[in-house]
């Protein structure tokens, strides 16, 4: 078996333009995640039972299937019921929602971490529950779980593979198209995994800087 | 104001799990008042200070403040358990200062004391502001406005909490042993404090705390607790001096000897 350089350099444009469309994926679905996740944290502390209790539901459901098993879902079944996203739209839906169940999780902690004293001195000065949330609790919460919260965009990104099954056309499909054509799936392959080494290394760095940020703020 | 009965407990009674903490408790208290609730660990002090902050709700009994009963509301003619709504209301004429401050961390000094002036009183920011420096002035901290809680000793942190607190214009304080966390020194610049509060705030105050001397300077009434009930009130040179209880003359003994 040789290494064909050659069969690897021309498949690069297009592995790179699908390298585009996995971050972009990734960058869509992390916003949806990290706002959706808030959401179902703050809907699962709410004393209203009636919209406690499905939101638990519908994330503990989502928790517990597959990624690849929603993205099929939402292919099929948006459709059908008349709503009509691009693939990318769909995949980036189908990231984040699944991710927003994790990153629920991780706001939960964050929350549960600020003290029961916070609560009690915003009550004493009869700030509405509202401001609580807004100027005490969330701004104590929400920083002391920056670090596990970008953890998720790099586990995120490395999901995008997945999407190739609602046809977006990430590097793995591109891989693959270009291999139905050259067989140079060796290539091809190690190429990509390059790519994605390099990409969630260029993720990562900025989610360190933020962890030691936050990290000194809040010892 | 002084001289109407401004808070009153009718057969209040709070069972955490198997044990009592308050046992069909009544007692008034007037408008302007300063009352010490004094008493061991476990006696209920605590808890009555938590439920007039609405932190906590009686098992039975009524509690009424200013001739309203804060846990339950009138609909039609039945009182039934009062809402949110009515609790967010009643909670506006109090205001607590913690045994561990509660500042909030991530808010300097100065917005710790107008935050909640311009968001719940709907003072304007430079009205907030400007007399939440003279506030932070009284309690000698007029230097640490742009200072973030965690850059203060516990008893300027403590000291900005009472500032806190005054900014709500409450009618009633309730202090939550406020020197229990501190060193003597650092208490002892918060009593003054405390003392200068009594002094010039028309406002009704119940104090727990194992600060004796305190209590005697700045109480017009103290109450004795034990077992979740009030085994003797009196004047505070009435009942330091001249106790009634045996279980009086017993706690006082072993508070002052610990000091």
Not at chain 1, 43 to 56: K, M, S, Y
Not at chain 2, 128 to 155: C, I, M, W
Request: glycine share 8%.
């Amino acid at each position: 078996m040789t290494f064909d350089w050659t069969a690897a350099w021309d498949a690069l444009p297009q592995l790179l333009d699908g390298l585009v469309v996995a971050l972009w994926a990734t960058v869509l679905g992390y916003v949806l995640a990290l706002v959706l996740g808030l959401a179902f944290a703050l809907l699962r502390r709410t004393e209203r039972a009636w919209l406690r209790l499905p939101v638990g539901f519908v994330v503990e459901f989502i928790r517990s299937t597959p990624l690849l098993v929603q993205l099929f879902f939402l292919f099929f079944v948006l459709p059908a019921v008349g709503i009509e996203l691009s693939p990318l739209a769909t995949g980036a839906i189908g990231l984040g929602v699944h991710y927003a169940t994790y990153t629920s999780e991780v706001y939960r902690a964050g929350i549960d971490g600020v003290p029961a004293g916070q609560w009690e001195a915003a009550k004493s000065l009869s700030l509405s529950r509202g401001r609580t949330w807004t100027r005490v609790v969330l701004p104590q919460a929400v920083p002391r779980v920056v670090p596990a919260l970008g953890n998720y965009a790099i586990a995120m990104f490395k999901d995008t593979p997945q999407l190739t099954v609602v046809t977006v056309a990430e590097v793995l499909s591109v891989v693959k198209a270009v291999g139905a054509q050259n067989f140079r799936y060796l290539e091809l392959i190690t190429v990509a995994g390059v790519l994605y080494l390099a990409a969630a290394l260029l993720i990562a760095w900025p989610v360190r800087a933020l962890e030691r940020r936050y990290r000194k703020e809040t010892a | 104001m002084t001289g109407e009965r401004f808070i009153s407990f009718d057969g209040v009674s709070k069972h955490f799990g198997s044990t009592t903490v308050l046992d069909d408790l009544s007692f008034d208290i007037r408008a302007g008042e300063r009352v010490t609730l004094i008493g061991p660990s476990g006696s209920g002090k605590t808890t009555i200070l938590r439920m007039l902050m609405t932190l906590t709700r009686p098992d039975s009994g009524t509690i009424t403040v200013d001739g309203v009963p804060l846990f339950h509301e009138r609909r039609g003619d039945a009182l039934v358990p009062a809402g949110e709504a009515h609790l967010r209301r009643m909670r506006r004429h109090t205001t607590m200062v913690f045994q561990q401050y509660n500042l909030f961390p991530n808010m300097r000094v100065l917005r710790n004391v107008t935050e909640a002036p311009v968001h719940v009183l709907g003072l304007s920011r430079d009205e907030a502001e400007g007399r939440g420096r003279e506030l932070l002035e009284l309690v000698g901290l007029g230097d640490k406005v742009d200072a973030y809680p965690s850059q203060l000793s516990g008893g300027q942190q403590q000291r900005v909490a009472i500032a806190r607190a005054l900014a709500m214009r409450p009618d009633v304080l309730l202090l939550d042993e406020v020197t229990s966390a501190l060193d003597p020194e650092l208490a002892a610049e918060v009593l003054d404090v405390l003392r200068d509060v009594a002094r010039t705030f028309d406002v009704t105050m119940l104090c727990v705390t194992h600060a004796m001397r305190f209590a005697r300077d700045v109480s017009d009434r103290v109450l004795m607790f034990n077992e979740g009930r009030i085994i003797e009130s009196a004047p505070p040179e009435q009942l330091f001096d001249a106790p009634e209880q045996v279980r009086t003359k017993e706690f006082l003994r072993s508070v002052i000897d610990e000091t």
